[in-house]
């Protein structure tokens, strides 16, 4: 029995046999011997699960075996599709085997290749085998693994014996490694990180993610130091509303005795816990419609700074001071409500009893609001702050700021005018001081501002200038605070001068952008002229920008800061350079320098640099250069880099210079792998 071209079978498989699936058999010729059907040229077989290509077949419907020969092609639902000589597959159980075996993954470009597959209903497995994302032929990575298992229903590759290669040459082995094939967060292990360093020795971290709810997941993250000792990092990421989101970091490192005492550490465990939380209508929703207010959460707590220097998900620290704040507020309409706590500890100390906190700050703010008049507004701010710590003074301040300001304008809008009264008043409370428990001072002063706003079109460009004067004038003060870490700013009678200017091309883009600020102290016993501060922005083109601000001190003749900067952007060249020049007042000269620079050569190809140097103390903070090379299926980098870390001794605080190459490779769609050799010098 033959026909060509055309439907010659419909197996009703499952009414007949009590099989799952409906299958449609084509073939150029089909003949049929009792349960056995034998098909011949270009044969076509359509099911639920699968769409089969091959040059001959044949199938059992007692048994419900289908082999097929020759030029086999099987597409399995929406995403995978596979090349073999020779398949056989049982249609009741979906089991089958493959010989030999190409595998592609759609979803994820991924491809796997032996000689040799069985698969069942859920997973694909084979032996002896590599797999890649990149082209079949000489792919520039693959993994050649002794065992792998594709798990369908949670769509992760699991391998065994694994070799990773860069083209032909093998660079690692691991004896597991597991990836997803698609973008959905799942169980399992995440790329692990290995290093070497000069003292720790071997380094290696091995990641593992927790997904069981939808709104929340854990990472734990274990490691070894083989020279230095080892620890364990996790971080529990959480949704617990549609207005709110935070995470919970921990972690532990624990030193080896023998690097404890050569190093000289204060702390033979580190130790610390993060939170990050944000939450907006936390009880706004409760109270009135019209009410906001929103809380955030970023608090810290550690023994020492290595805490943060064994963690390898972000950047070290370069200061001393961790700081906790938990900030919230709650508004109205014209009144605000803010709650603020800022806890600080200093990781360059060995005791942090001396380190005065801000718990906590409370706030009332009046928003500017009119009262009798349309052009009489005033404004309302009160304040406390409790300044704490365990040896040394501590104390309780009050606050109060009023601003009450008549405005109005002339000729038309030309010129506006504002007066105002201004009152302020605090009080300070004491603890474990020396003479008066408290102090107190108030002041009132008034101030008068004249300003213009004026724009005008002109043929090749558009130009706005705002140009002020405002005069304060002190009307009475008594008291004095005397202790440096409360701050109350002196009123004196002055002149304050200000101009901003804005210019705009023909095309209405911004080019450049300059203002300058002159105050003048009329006032006995106080320098006459202020800080002059002038800022300026060249925006040359839309590649080239170019900055300048500095305060130049009067009284000291001399700036009092400086900061430059220029930046170049274009058809994939960026650098950017910043210095920053610091003398204020009596305080010691800071100079900086950061530089950085990216070039993307053609398609594939990035070079990059940055360095952070100290002028004054002639030392580099940071400094490392490298290139990422781009490709299809993979990224990978090549870094030389050197950072300057703190770490705590029993001495006190101390700084290491790290040295080394940094290796990354991300294979797509596996993920990243990371390897660093590095030398360690004491500064």
Known sequence: MSKRWFLLWILLLNLLYGQSQQVELLANSVVKNGDLIEAQGDVLVYSERYVITADRGTYNQATGDLKLYGNVSLLRGEYESTQSEEVSINLRTDEGEYLPF????????????????????????????????????????????????LNRETSFVHLYNT????????????????????????????TPKVGFGAKEGLFYEQPIYFAPRHNWD?????????????????????????????????????????????????????????????????????????????????????????????????????????????????????????????????????????????????????????????????????????????????????????PITFYTSFWDDFLHVSVSENFYFTHVKYDNRIGDPSETFYRNFHKIDFYTDLARAYPDFYHTLYTGVDYTVPSFDHGEIT????????????????????????????????????????????????????????????????????????????????QSSAQWDDSGYSFKIDHTIIHENLQPKNSYLMASFDANLGKYYNLFARVNYNIEEHFTNMWEFGVKVLRKCWDYSLVYKEVITPKLTSAGSDSVSEKGFYIMFNLYPIGSIEYEHTLEEIR
Not at 497 to 513: E, M, P
Request: proline fraction near 3%.
């Open 163 to 190: 070799l990773f290669y860069v083209g032909d040459i093998p660079l690692f082995y691991l004896p597991y490694f597991a990836f997803s094939t698609d973008k959905t967060r799942r169980t399992g292990l995440l």
């Open 483 to 562: 202790e440096d870490f409360i701050g109350t700013k002196s009123e004196y009678e002055s002149i304050n001068a200000k101009l901003v200017q804005y210019f705009y091309d023909d095309s209405g883009k911004k080019r450049l952008r300059h203002s300058v600020r002159q105050p003048y102290n009329m006032e006995k016993g106080v320098y006459k002229y202020g800080d002059f501060e002038n800022s300026i922005s060249f925006y040359m083109n839309d590649s080239i920008t170019l900055k300048n601000e500095f305060r130049y001190s009067h009284e000291f003749k001399r700036f009092s800061k400086i």
């Open 218 to 402: 854990l990472e734990l993250s274990p490691q070894i130091r083989t020279e230095r000792g080892n620890g364990l990092y996790g971080t529990l990421r959480f949704v617990d509303s549609p207005k709110s989101q935070g995470a919970i970091t921990a972690g532990i490192f624990n030193e080896q005795s023998a690097y404890a005492r050569k190093e000289n550490l204060k702390n033979d465990s580190h130790y610390g816990l993060e939170v990050e939380y944000q939450r907006s209508q936390l009880i706004s929703h409760l109270l009135d419609e019209k009410a906001e207010d929103g809380l955030w959460v970023e608090a810290i707590y550690l023994n020492d700074v290595d805490y943060l220097n064994m963690k390898t998900d972000g950047e070290r620290p370069t200061h001393g001071l961790a700081t906790s704040r938990v900030n919230y507020y709650l508004a109205k309409d014209y009144d605000y409500l803010g709650l603020y706590t800022k806890y600080y500890i200093d990781t360059r100390k060995t005791s942090n009893r001396t380190t005065l906190q801000e718990l906590p700050t409370l706030q009332y703010h009046r928003f500017s609001n009119n009262f009798f008049l349309p052009n009489l507004l005033y404004k309302l701010d009160a304040q406390f702050h409790n300044y704490t710590r365990q040896d040394g003074v501590s104390a309780r301040q009050y606050e109060l700021s009023l």
């Open 102 to 149: 190409f595998y592609y993954d759609q979803r994820s470009d991924l491809w796997m290749q032996c000689n040799s597959a069985f698969s069942g209903p859920l997973y694909f497995m084979s032996k002896n085998a590599i797999t890649s994302s990149c082209n079949v032929q000489d792919p520039d990575w693959k993994i050649s693994f002794s065992e792998g298992r």
